[in-house]
């Protein structure tokens, strides 16, 4: 970089910066393995694998896709994509070979790192859709990954990045067709976490240390940028669960200060007799989001915990929106809302024409920001639809502003099931039912469930003098699509509820079927 050059705009320069002095102390530290990572330890494989990525000479920029079970090592794999310099992609492990199929042949990574066991198939898909490289990695350290980047220096200079350059590509579904790629810039992340750094007072090792207890996946939005990205940038210690789960939570809880999940996990939590305000003695915060908290949950903890739950709400395409306040000098957290726009992100309701709406009155959420992603990838048309006139996007939620400017959830224009913090469109769905044999056409819905907070059930009708067994139909779903999509509940009519214009009437399936799970 020459003298007069900009900063390094890189995200991992930003994260690196903020380190601890103490680079031997614990990074992170692995529940179910046992394994402490130091600083400098992290800082050493992220280089190592940061220059096995240089080695390959690929394209600045280059796609780097990713779909492995949960482990330090895939973090710091996203963290050395980021220094290498190429944009990463995350792929949700459940996701099956027709949907990784998409994704890469959308995307065109240009590496392929997926689990040892999926390495046949996946690697088949890769090579065809025009991938060079195709490595492995697996949650105990095995794999074709870490084999390589053993033999790489451990010091790296980090690529130089804008801050409109990608650094990541996450895929989300659409309401119609298939799932688009959202684009965001190193500047997008970075924005995000140093505003909510100070939002919801992160603590450094000087300032008292936060611990943080990471049990979500880092595939997604929230396990791999808000709480990794958070604890990172305050150097605070992570408690690494591979998955959740509610027993252990609770035992690491007097050991923690932070802890964040979306509200399927609260749920659980609430059922372990354990949870307890004296387990909760050290917390510091509890964080929902990705999905509606129901006010009896929340309400449930605070009695349970004496802890308030602080829900924030946000989405791929922009990350963090808004919070309740973390400072009480900012107000109470309410349940039931999200809570204000964070400092810097605009946020505005409008009618169906577009119009700005008065406070108070329900409409379609629109937001803008530096936390707005780039674009979906390869989609100039649909990013062009998805922004108003004015710049500002369309989050496809349905909310309102009250008079002390506490924004509240109260629909979706999107047709969109979020199912225990995982997202299902019942098009895509309805698109594969209507595939398999016997099906003349289907609709798809959410209902209320305890556990996930709203279940995929689908209703289908057969063709003319043909039969449809649920169950076998069910498990046809399974080996098409992810587990987490595929209805809990399958029903076989002679007809679809239609009003007169001819369209589905889902909100009657929905009543129909709303006590199944509830
Ligand atoms: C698992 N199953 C699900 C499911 N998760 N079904 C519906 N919805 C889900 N979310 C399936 C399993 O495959 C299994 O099916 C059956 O349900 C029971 O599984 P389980 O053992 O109870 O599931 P478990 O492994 O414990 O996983 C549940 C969970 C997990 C809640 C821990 O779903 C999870 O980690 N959710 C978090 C998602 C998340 O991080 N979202 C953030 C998105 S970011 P079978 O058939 O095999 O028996 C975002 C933006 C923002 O939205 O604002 O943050
Ligand atoms: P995703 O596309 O996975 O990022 O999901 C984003 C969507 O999750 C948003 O558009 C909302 O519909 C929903 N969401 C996120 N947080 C909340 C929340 N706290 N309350 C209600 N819905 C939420």
């Not at 990572?37 to 920029?61: F, G, K, Q």
């Not at 003695?281 to 915990?305: Q, Y």
């Amino acid at each position: 970089m020459t003298a007069d050059a900009e900063p390094n705009a890189n995200l991992f320069v930003a994260l690196r910066d903020a380190f601890p002095g103490d680079l031997d102390s614990a990074a992170i530290e692995t529940i179910e393995r046992g394994l402490v990572y130091t600083w400098r330890d992290l800082e050493r494989a992220t280089a190592m694998l940061a220059n096995l990525l240089d080695s390959l000479d690929l394209p600045a920029a280059s796609r780097i896709a990713v779909q492995a079970e949960k482990s330090v090592e895939s973090l710091l794999f996203y963290l050395a994509v980021l220094r290498a310099g190429h944009v990463y992609l995350p792929l949700n492990t459940a996701y099956k070979s027709d949907e990784i199929g998409y994704f890469i042949g959308d995307a065109e990574p240009a590496v392929f790192v997926c689990a040892p066991k999926d390495f046949v198939w996946a690697s088949k898909l890769a090579f065809a859709a025009g991938t060079t490289f195709v490595f492995t990695l697996g949650d105990d350290r095995s794999g074709s990954l870490l084999e390589r980047a053993i033999h790489f220096d451990d010091r790296h200079t980090p690529a130089v990045r804008k801050s409109e350059d990608l650094a990541a590509i996450l895929y989300t579904s659409g309401t119609t067709g298939r799932s688009k790629g959202a684009m965001l810039t190193h500047g997008n992340l970075l924005s995000n976490a140093v505003t909510l750094k100070t939002y919801w007072g992160w603590r450094s090792a000087a300032e008292g240390g936060d611990v943080l207890i990471h049990a979500l996946p880092i595939f997604h939005v929230h396990g791999l940028f808000v709480a990794s990205h958070g604890a990172l940038l305050a150097g605070a210690k992570m408690l690494w669960l591979g998955r959740f789960d509610a027993r252990r939570v609770v035992e690491l809880l007097p050991r923690a200060t932070v802890f964040m999940a979306v509200p399927t996990l609260y749920v659980r939590l609430l059922a372990e007799p354990t949870l307890t305000r004296e387990a909760c003695r050290n917390m510091r915060v509890f964080i929902s989001g990705s999905a509606p908290l129901l006010l009896d949950t929340f309400e449930a903890f605070r009695e349970r915990t004496g802890h308030t739950i602080l829900e924030r709400y946000g989405m791929s395409e922009t990350v963090m929106l808004t919070s309740n306040p973390y400072d009480p000098a900012d107000g109470e957290r309410r349940g039931g809302t999200v809570g204000f726009p964070l400092p810097g992100v605009g946020l505005r309701i409008v009618d169906g024409d577009g119009s700005v709406l008065p406070g108070s009155t329900v409409g379609a959420i629109e937001v803008r920001g530096p936390n707005v992603f780039a674009g979906y990838w390869r989609m100039p048309e649909k990013t062009r639809e998805e922004f108003s006139a004015d710049g500002w996007f369309r989050t496809g939620d349905v909310g309102v502003v009250d008079d002390l400017g506490y924004v509240s959830i109260v629909g979706r224009s999107k047709d969109l099931i979020i199912s225990g913090g995982y997202n299902v469109y019942p098009a895509e769905i309805e698109g594969v039912c209507n595939e398999m044999p016997g099906v003349a056409e289907s609709a798809v819905v959410g209902v209320p469930h305890s556990d996930f907070g709203e279940a995929v059930v689908a209703v289908v009708v057969p063709r003319a003098g043909e039969a449809i067994d649920a169950d076998a139909l069910t498990r046809a779903l399974k080996a098409r699509i992810a587990n987490f999509k595929v209805p809990k509940a399958v029903f076989v009519v002679a007809e679809l509820p239609r009003n007169a214009m001819g369209k589905v009437q889902k909100n009657l399936l929905r009543e129909q079927h709303a006590a199944l799970f509830a």
